[in-house]
């Protein structure tokens, strides 16, 4: 699954409850996230809910793997994912992963507040980003 | 309107019309995702009434100078019109001298002002401080900063798995090396209404002080502090439908006496030379700086406000809501209620098997309803129950029965979505 095809289905769903409930299967499909890596320091710190981040190198890309203890933000780090795993540092550092969230109608979620760790995780991808150029 | 077994059947009793007094709250006339607005998180900041908002703009737009300061007309009616805003919070608390009210930013700058100014002065190494385990952050902090100076000891006085202060164990703690008791009257995390008066009662037979935060006691009822008899007593004028940005610190006047200042600047002092500088008389001792005057006064109107509705017929009015509330969410699949003690204030704390707090949350905005998620700045009773976060509903003097139902209407659509 790619961004271009949360961005189709999106465009289907008339209802912000169908849209959430995709949002949810998101997060429930994404790859199993090891236990042991949900240590403070993979932690990307929000308020509410808890997020964990770890990455690989694979080759010149950057592959990301991502957790929360909330449906809906676990399925927003999936999106999150998405959008920028598997990419090369300069295509990282270059995404404007709010621009993609607005397409989509979710930008609320990434506005720099305490509620979730979502602005945070960017932030801290494109730093990771940065560090590898 | 008729009252069947506590609960309100229609938005009309004791001459409480909660429609009216909503349409006095400009904010409800919008809509939240074409939604009205259900808003259920006064206990984090409470709407403004219309007068409270009139009240500040006619002090900047009519009335504003600098107050304390200028010989001239307007200055002087408006230093008039800031001190009767003081009188106005001394009354309404049962102060003796309105030399005991000095106005802060909030509750936090108080609790900060008393560690740094009668911490410091007062408290020595080895002396105890007794906090509950709800504390809300602002009253923890500050005394942790004051313990890394002054190694001073910090306790926590437990409570049961229901959310109730356990006053025997409380009794327990004290003894001749507590210094001061520094605790919540109403816990903003679980509604708890602590047995303040037996608390302050037991600390001062200890020989103990007693600072109290009022922050979630003063939005829903009647505070006397000479009854009580509190040595601080600290509160927030926004969770009363006042403005941000002022608060309060009552003390009493033997202590603010001989506690020095807590910064310095203008309107403090009475005489300053580069050798000696003499301080302002209280309440101005504490008080640096130009003062948030529209916020003084703003907050005196909101005051107002509250007792022209009645705050027995507030306290009474938000009693009814949460005995409803608690009610109906027994009809939620997986409703788990975090802070069940027997004297509880407007404010409801839970989680829910189906879901993260987070997404309760998310899931409520959609219709327009707002709670507060997370640790609600008390990190430590979240420990203590040993989950991440809660979601909280809390009740205002303008929330109504349909707010409650459009509430738990929306906990049910939790379970749909996340089943």
């Known amino acids: 699954m790619n961004i271009e095809e949360v961005k189709e289905t999106f465009e289907f769903m008339d209802e912000w409850e169908d849209r959430y409930r995709y949002i949810i299967d998101l997060g429930r499909r994404l790859p199993e996230f090891d236990p042991g890596d949900q240590t403070e320091e993979n932690r990307v710190h929000g308020c509410t809910s808890k997020v964990w981040l770890v990455y690989e190198r694979d080759g010149d890309k950057i592959i990301f793997k991502g957790d929360s203890d909330a449906h809906i933000v676990k399925g927003l780090v999936a999106i999150i994912l998405m959008i920028f795993s598997g990419k090369t540092p300069s295509e990282i550092v270059k995404t404007d992963a709010k621009a993609i969230l607005e397409e989509l109608g979710l930008s609320q979620h990434l506005s720099p507040m305490r509620t979730n760790g979502l602005f945070a995780m960017v932030e801290r991808i494109k730093a990771i980003g940065t560090s590898f150029l | ?419």
């Not at chain 2, 006619?58 to 002087?76: K, P, T, V």
Request: proline fraction near 4%.
């Open chain 2, 1 to 419: 309107m008729a009252e069947s077994g506590g609960v309100i059947m229609g938005n009309v009793t004791h001459n409480y019309n909660v429609e009216a007094i909503r349409s006095e709250f400009p904010i409800f006339e919008q809509k939240i995702y074409g939604k009205p607005l259900t808003f259920l998180d006064s206990a984090a900041s409470a709407q403004k009434p219309q007068k409270v908002i009139d009240a500040i703009n006619d002090c900047y737009a009519n009335e504003y100078s600098n107050i304390h300061r200028g010989g001239y007309f307007l200055s002087q009616a408006l230093t008039a019109k800031y001190e009767a805003a003081r009188e106005t919070v001394r009354d309404h608390i049962g102060a003796k001298s309105s030399k005991e009210i000095i106005f802060v930013r909030g509750a936090t700058e108080a609790i900060n002002l008393v560690a740094q100014s009668w911490g410091r002065k007062f408290l020595k190494g080895g002396d105890e401080i007794i906090l509950s385990q709800m504390e809300h952050h602002s009253n923890i902090v500050p005394w942790q900063i004051l313990r890394e100076e002054k190694d001073i000891i910090l306790t926590v006085s437990p409570i049961d798995d229901k959310g109730n202060f356990l006053l025997n164990e409380y009794e327990k703690l004290l003894s001749e090396k507590t210094k001061l008791v520094a605790i919540t009257h109403v816990s903003n995390a679980l509604g708890t209404i602590t047995p303040i008066r037996e608390i302050i009662k037991l600390a001062h037979n200890a020989g103990a002080r007693v600072l109290v935060d009022g922050c979630q006691a003063l939005p829903h009822g009647n505070v006397n502090v000479v009854d009580l008899d509190a040595d601080f007593y600290v509160f927030s004028g926004h969770k009363m439908y006042g403005p941000t940005g002022v608060g309060i610190l009552y003390g009493k006047q033997e202590l603010l006496d001989v506690m020095p200042p807590y910064q310095g600047g203008g309107d403090m002092i009475r005489s300053v030379t580069f050798e000696k500088t003499t301080f302002n008389n209280l309440p101005h001792k504490f008080e640096a700086g130009t003062p948030h005057i529209a916020g003084g006064i703003g907050f005196a109107a909101a005051i107002e406000y509250m007792c022209a509705i009645g705050l027995d017929n507030i306290h009474r009015h938000e009693k009814k809501l949460l005995d409803y509330a608690l009610e109906k969410v027994k009809e939620v699949d997986g409703f788990e209620l975090r802070g069940q003690a027997d004297d509880m204030a407007g404010i409801i704390s839970f989680t829910m098997k189906a879901a993260h707090p987070h997404d309760i949350g998310t899931i409520l905005d959609q219709d327009g309803i707002a709670i507060r998620t997370g640790h609600h700045c008390a990190q430590p009773i979240m420990d203590f129950m040993d989950i991440p976060a809660t979601a909280r509903a809390s009740f205002g003097l303008y929330n109504t029965k349909e707010d409650i139902d459009r509430f738990v209407a929306g906990l049910h659509k939790v379970n749909r979505i996340f089943a």
